[in-house]
């Protein structure tokens, strides 16, 4: 679609030559054909940076590129770029007569695909996977090799499985992002038309969901272990032998080091990095990025040790405020000038 197009379907200007424009894509991964956009001044470095053929951005920032489209609202017009480009899924897979394995899907036959599966278009599966029944493997799925898939899991359109990766029932890989905008009195919804990407000899535990990338990718680093009702939104990225335990909820765009172990129920606000090394006690709240080989705990996440001493210190603030009070007052009874002192 031309940009020309594309800026007149917004009702906006844009600035520069015309450009053929196929798709959409991140500052940072952007090709010379794609369409990208700025909202947060905290990225302008990559608005210099940047291969995007044309970029949505505030008209005071449209003489930074060679191609502008300018906008009041970029993320919003970006939302709506977004949907001239994005194919639900299921549509190369939605013609009559077809069931359980589309035939253009490619499967080893060294792999075991129990009885009430569906396999996609054009997915692909390697040698030694098996599929237990009731998984849908949405279309372009690439699975590698001695995958073990439990009954009831669902791998959404364009996600890749590396080798030797468990998934146990229930667990839902590239669902949509959570991503909406606000448009006046209505909340408009942010197509997530990037992938997941799981790599070698993770496990992950039932009922667990991770998201699908906005744009770009979702990535769960090697040998990371994910325990069951665990949320990871779009965008995360894993190092590699993180450990996640039960109920721990990931925001969207966190970035986490290798080896970083967060307790249950553990929650991760957006866009922050947890670096190498990191340990997070359950139940706590991180509210801001951690260096390397940091212990954290509480709500909001503090030192280790910080932590411990507050928790010991909770159950008797009750009565060291009663204390605290009554010296208050023996300072000031103290403090009074005597009935019969010369003034």
């Given at each position: 679609m ?6 007149a ?9 015309d ?23 905290r ?38 770029v977004?949907q001239l480009?994005?194919?639900?899924q299921?549509?190369?897979e ?9 035939s253009?899907?490619?499967?080893d036959p ?6 009430m599966?569906?396999i ?20 372009n799925?690439?699975l ?39 448009d006046?009195?209505?909340?408009v ?5 990037g ?9 992950i535990?039932?009922?667990?969901t991770?998201?699908r ?14 325990d069951n009702?665990?949320?990871?939104a779009h ?16 925001s ?13 129920q ?7 990095e947890?670096?190498d ?23 909001p ?14 159950p ?28």
């Amino acid at each position: 679609m031309l940009l020309s197009e594309i800026a007149a379907r917004l009702k906006l200007e844009y600035t520069g030559e015309d450009l053929d424009i196929t798709g959409v894509n991140t500052l940072e991964q952007a090709g010379p054909d794609e369409l990208s956009f700025l909202s947060d001044s905290r990225y302008l470095p990559r608005l210099e940076t940047t291969s995007a053929g044309a970029v949505i951005v505030p008209p005071e920032k449209a003489e930074m590129v060679s191609r502008a489209i300018k906008s009041p609202n970029p993320y919003l017009d970006f939302a709506r770029v977004m949907q001239l480009f994005h194919e639900p899924q299921g549509m190369q897979e939605s013609f009559p007569g077809q069931e359980g394995i589309h035939s253009t899907a490619t499967i080893d036959p060294t792999a075991i695909i129990h009885p009430m599966v569906f396999i996609g278009a054009n997915a692909r599966i390697g040698p030694g996977c098996r599929i237990f029944p009731h998984c849908y493997i949405g279309e372009n799925v690439v699975l590698g090799r001695d995958c073990l898939v439990y009954p009831q899991v669902s791998i959404m359109a364009g996600c890749r499985i590396n080798d030797r990766v468990i998934i146990h029932p229930g667990a839902v890989i590239g669902s949509d992002g959570f991503g909406f905008i606000q448009d006046g009195e209505e909340r408009v919804k942010i197509p997530q038309v990037g992938r997941v990407v799981i790599e070698d000899d993770v496990e992950i535990g039932s009922c667990t969901t991770i998201d699908r990338a906005t744009l770009g990718e979702t990535r769960i680093g090697k040998g990371t272990k994910i325990d069951n009702l665990v949320q990871i939104a779009h965008n995360v990225q894993t190092g590699e032998n993180c450990v996640l335990i039960s109920q721990v909820g990931i925001s969207g765009s966190v970035r986490l080091g290798s080896n970083v172990i967060l307790g249950g129920q553990v929650g991760v606000a957006g866009h922050l990095e947890i670096e190498d090394n990191c340990r997070v006690a359950a139940k706590s709240g991180v509210g801001k990025s951690l260096p390397a080989n940091t212990d954290a705990g509480g709500i909001p996440a503090m030192d280790h040790t910080t932590f411990l001493r507050n928790a010991v210190l909770l159950p008797r603030l009750s009565q060291m405020n009663k204390r605290i009070k009554q010296l208050e007052k023996q300072i000031q009874s103290s403090n009074r000038p005597n009935q019969g002192e010369d003034k």
